[in-house]
Nanobody, 124 residues
Framework: QVRLVESGGGLVQAGNSLRLSCVVTGRIQSTQRLAWFRQRPGADREIVATIRRSSESTYYRDSVRGRFTIASDDDKNAFYLQMNALKPEDTAVYYC?????????????????RGQGTQVTVSS
């Protein structure tokens, strides 16, 4: 049984940084994608960033590219989202996900496993 647990959320002022962690218990395939999604108030869940473990190829949504970095640590069975230069519009519940979404990397429903989420609030 695979389980994902996020941590690292909190309340920060705009311009500051946070690092989210997703610890994975259970076995996952090296070819699977690791992803971070977020759901802002009143909005649909959206992809933030994703990395394929086998190739380390990454994807970032335009609004976070250059500010956020996704990385994995296979030794710790965890992956991370380093968020720098945070903006109030980054306020959301952030979710991690693991799976084989194929071409549907932007849809959390296509991932096999998803965490419960961690709240990130950025004040202006």
């Amino acid at each position: 049984q695979v389980r994902l647990v996020e941590s690292g959320g909190g309340l920060v002022q705009a311009g500051n940084s946070l690092r989210l962690s997703c610890v994975v218990t259970g076995r996952i395939q090296s070819t699977q994608r690791l992803a971070w999604f977020r759901q802002r108030p009143g909005a649909d869940r959206e992809i933030v960033a994703t990395i394929r473990r086998s190739s380390e190829s990454t994807y970032y949504r335009d609004s976070v590219r250059g500010r956020f970095t996704i990385a994995s640590d296979d030794d710790k069975n965890a992956f991370y989202l380093q968020m720098n230069a945070l903006k109030p519009e980054d306020t959301a519940v952030y979710y991690c996900a693991v799976g084989d979404p194929g071409y549907n990397i932007g849809y959390s429903g296509y991932y096999d496993y998803r965490g419960q989420g961690t709240q990130v609030t950025v004040s202006s």
